[in-house]
C-alpha cells in the first residue's frame, strides 16, 4: 500500500513559480500510474499531469506548457513545477498513485491519494 506525502504549496503572486513535491513510499505495482491533481471546493477534481508505467508526462491543455511534471531516479519523489501561475490556479493540489491506470488524467483511476497542499495565487 503506498503513502503519499505533498510539499511546497504557499502563496505566490501572479506569474510566479512553485514547485510541489511529493514523497512515495510503500509498496507500489509494476503497472501503476502516478499523478497530479487539484481541486477548487464545489468542483470536481481536475487532472492536470501524469506518468504512466514511467511513460510520459502527458498533461492537461489547461497547464500545458506552464506546468512540468518530474520524478526523482529512485521513483520515491515526484515533483510539479508550476510556472506563469495564474489566479485560477488556485486550488487544493494532490499526488495519487493508481494501478493498471486507462485514463491517467481521470482521477478515478487512482487509489492512493496525498492529503494536499494549498497553492493560492493572487493577482
Known amino acids: 500500500q503506498a503513502q503519499l506525502a505533498e510539499s511546497g504549496g504557499g502563496s505566490v503572486q501572479t506569474g510566479e513559480s512553485l514547485r510541489l513535491s511529493c514523497a512515495v513510499s510503500g509498496y507500489i505495482y509494476s503497472n501503476h500510474c502516478m499523478g497530479w491533481f487539484r481541486q477548487v471546493p464545489g468542483k470536481e477534481r481536475e487532472g492536470l499531469a501524469a506518468i504512466n508505467n514511467d511513460e510520459g508526462p502527458i498533461y492537461a491543455d489547461s497547464v500545458k506548457g506552464r506546468f512540468t511534471m518530474s520524478q526523482d531516479m529512485d521513483r520515491n519523489t515526484l515533483h510539479l513545477q508550476m510556472d506563469s501561475l495564474k489566479p485560477e490556479d488556485t486550488a487544493m493540489y494532490y499526488c495519487?498513485?493508481?494501478?493498471?491506470?486507462?485514463?491517467?488524467?481521470?482521477?478515478?483511476?487512482?487509489?492512493?491519494w496525498g492529503q494536499g497542499t494549498q497553492v493560492t495565487v493572487s493577482s
Open positions: 495519487a498513485v493508481g494501478t493498471f491506470c486507462g485514463e491517467v488524467l481521470n482521477w478515478e483511476e487512482y487509489t492512493f
